[in-house]
């Protein structure tokens, strides 16, 4: 799995979480909500340092990572991260090529 993250998300992170070089931020599956792939689960996001990453993206010398433990969540989808035109985050999957 690919993780995709536009420059406008990028800004979002360091505008909205105070994320700054050398931080981690946690992509993580969720009970409660609904995405496009899972029914009933949702995608959540923090700033906390890494357990074990199943698959990251350095940006700005900042980490994105997910835990191998939450790989089941992208199975057979990339992650892209945006911003959307109500200035919030958010997530699409795109099936893996």
Known sequence: MKITITDEAIKWFQD??????????????????????????????TKEQPVDIGQSVTINN????????????????????????SKELQFSYEPKQ
């Open 16 to 45: 909205e979480m105070d994320v700054k070089e050398g931080d981690t931020i946690r992509f993580f599956a969720r009970y409660g909500g609904n995405s496009t792939i899972h029914k009933g689960y949702s995608l959540g996001v």
């Open 62 to 85: 900042v980490v994105y990572f997910i835990n191998e433990t939450d790989l089941w969540y992208f199975k057979d989808y990339d992650l892209n991260v945006i911003v959307n035109d």
